[in-house]
């Protein structure tokens, strides 16, 4: 019931948010665009701070365009298709210019070939010709050169500047592309990349290996956010997400999920050696000590709650997300943190749930 009544108490939270940025998008005269809401969602929801403070910025009326760079620069993913076509856009440019200022450069050299064939055909056919012509032709030559060497560094400057911009724009690309499969607070991957990763796991409609995926909410981080502010709750995952990344092997996988809850996937273990893992992560997790604003000498910490499926007991990546959510479930339900994995007998008569409080 506790458990409910707190599940209750988020919705009702996040309906408050959304109508709180419907009310701001109306007020300030936001177009109601869905890349608006989302971009409105996470400034006014406080999970991103630097976010949060260049839309306070904005001020009443923005324009459009200055609302597209503040969400195209934080890599939103409804935004994605804007930082595409501007993308797109300077690609274009830098190569029409590199284009205009090779042909210009090739017309250039031409000249300079063609000035100094004539003055090679001027000795060859004419060679008693007079000194003062003779000093006329190298003269223009002189100064062609002169002409020639001046422009050739102008253009290699160019061409510099325009492979630099090349480079950055081969930089935004990547950055659109982690951002599309990176959680923006932990780094760790997002719910795109772990869907990508289970749907992976039965590429050939079978299990490709003994993998399990453990399910996790971090209990308490919640609680912290609405006792202690957005900014404490996102320096405790902060902390955990290093937490995480060692507790893993190398082929492993983890990824956050949710606003409390992440997803992990163990290669080639047993669900005994996957329950052992998540036994280990939980209390690595609950040694870790987040400092409270304004409070030098108090600290909180959490827990995990953890559910397990096995990849060779599940028919698909669904199958096994349902499984490892009902598990996860189960252990909620006890109202502890603990470790489940899923079995026939789940509801109760399944495997005991370890808990750090048990007698």
Do not use: W
């Amino acid at each position: 019931m506790a458990d409910k009544s707190r599940q209750d108490g988020h919705l009702a939270q996040n309906a408050a948010v959304l109508l709180k940025v419907a009310q701001t998008m109306s007020k300030l005269g936001v177009a109601p665009f869905p890349r608006n809401y989302e971009l409105f969602f996470e400034a006014l929801s406080g999970q991103n701070q630097a976010l949060t403070r260049d839309v306070a910025a904005l001020g009443s009326h923005p324009s459009q365009s200055r609302i597209e760079e503040i969400g195209v620069k934080y890599h939103l993913p409804g935004f994605a298709a804007v930082a595409t076509d501007t993308i797109r856009a300077d690609t274009a440019r830098a190569i029409s210019a590199l284009n205009h200022g090779l042909k210009n450069s090739i017309a250039k050299k031409e000249a300079f070939a063609a000035l100094l064939r004539h003055f090679i055909g001027r000795l060859e056919t004419d060679p008693v010709a007079g000194m003062s012509d003779f000093a006329n032709d190298a003269g223009r030559l002189r100064d062609a050169v002169t002409t020639f060497e001046r422009e050739e560094r102008a253009f290699a400057i160019s061409m510099g500047e325009t492979v630099a911009q090349l480079g950055g724009i081969g930089s935004d690309i990547e950055a659109m592309r982690k951002a599309s499969t990176r959680d923006p607070v932990t780094g760790l991957a997002n719910r795109v990349a772990f869907s990508a990763k289970l749907a992976a796991l039965y590429d050939d409609g079978n299990a490709s290996g003994p993998a399990a995926l453990a399910l996790v909410t971090v209990e308490g981080l919640r609680d912290l956010g609405e006792s202690h502010g957005a900014a404490t709750a996102e320096k405790a995952l902060k902390k955990l997400a290093p937490v995480f990344r060692k507790s893993v092997k190398k082929n492993d996988f983890v990824a956050r999920i949710g606003a409390d809850e992440f997803a992990f996937v163990f290669h080639d273990v047993s669900a005994d050696n996957a329950e052992a893992i998540a036994q280990r992560i939980r209390a690595s997790v609950e040694v870790v000590q987040i400092a409270l604003p304004n409070r030098t000498f108090t600290s909180e910490t959490l827990s995990l709650s953890t559910g397990i499926a096995m990849a060779l007991t599940a028919s698909s990546g669904a199958d096994l997300f349902t499984q490892a959510e009902l598990a996860l479930g189960a252990v909620r339900a006890c109202g502890k943190p603990g470790v489940l994995v899923f079995s026939a007998a789940i509801g109760g008569r399944g495997k005991k749930t370890y808990s750090p409080h048990a007698a």
